[in-house]
Nanobody, 125 residues
Framework: QVQLVESGGGMVQAGGSLRLSCAASGRTFNNSPMGWFRQAPGKEREFVAAISWSGGSTNYADSVKGRFTISRDNGKNTLYLQMNSLKPEDTAIYYC??????????????????WGQGTQVTVSS
């Protein structure tokens, strides 16, 4: 059974940092692009960041560029999202996602085949 399990969410004050992790099991995603998405209450799910299977290419939403960093450790089958300079508008449930092998990175949620259950991030002002 394929599973993506996020962790590392929590509550932090504005300007603080959090590091999210996404551990994959059931199959290897070493050949798969992966991404982070988020969904705030009453809003659509939106793209945050994506990374190629090798880690050599990344893409970020304009709203997080310069503050968030996506990375991966294929040896551990784990995806990360380092979030710095957090703002109240970053409050959301954060989801990791993976595409099937050897596809390119994309900001479209519909292109991802596997999803985690999400982890809550709350940023207070």
């Amino acid at each position: 059974q394929v599973q993506l399990v996020e962790s590392g969410g929590g509550m932090v004050q504005a300007g603080g940092s959090l590091r999210l992790s996404c551990a994959a099991s059931g199959r290897t995603f070493n050949n798969s692009p992966m991404g982070w998405f988020r969904q705030a209450p009453g809003k659509e799910r939106e793209f945050v960041a994506a990374i190629s299977w090798s880690g050599g290419s990344t893409n970020y939403a304009d709203s997080v560029k310069g503050r968030f960093t996506i990375s991966r450790d294929n040896g551990k089958n784990t995806l990360y999202l380092q979030m710095n300079s957090l703002k109240p508008e970053d409050t959301a449930i954060y989801y990791c996602a993976a595409r099937r092998s050897f596809y390119g990175i994309t900001p479209r949620a519909s292109d991802y085949d596997y999803w985690g259950q999400g982890t809550q991030v709350t940023v207070s002002s």
